[in-house]
């Protein structure tokens, strides 16, 4: 049974930085597709950033200071986030896939605080 778990949530300062990690076992040799979503209190789960083999996206919001990242070596799948700013706040969850036709399996989240 495939199971995600998101690490890294915390209180940090506007223009502070946090690593968000996500972690997956049960079996799981490959992934195809990592996304980081979000979301705030009262409003819906949006997408933060993504990565399928090697091509990644992000939300406009993201660009330029969050970075997706990936390494099958240590078995990382991480999100950097730099200046970070209140309306950052939120609970970020992992989404992960093991192929194109697969599920896509959900963490529980992790809460990220942006508050001075």
């Known amino acids: 049974q495939v199971q995600v778990w998101e690490s890294g949530g915390a209180l940090v300062q506007p223009g502070g930085s946090l690593r968000l990690s996500c972690t997956v076992s049960g079996g799981v040799f490959s992934i195809y597709r990592v996304g980081w979503y979000r979301q705030a209190p009262g409003k819906q789960r949006e997408l933060v950033a993504t990565i399928t083999g090697r091509t990644t996206n992000y939300a406009e919001s993201a660009k330029g200071r969050f970075t997706i990242s990936r390494d099958s070596s240590k078995g990382t799948l991480d999100l950097q986030m730099n200046n970070l700013r209140p309306e950052d706040t939120a609970v970020y969850f992992c989404?992960?896939?093991?192929?194109?036709?697969?599920?896509?399996?959900w963490g529980q989240g992790t809460q990220v605080t942006v508050s001075s």
């Open positions: 989404n992960v896939q093991r192929d194109p036709f697969d599920v896509a399996y």
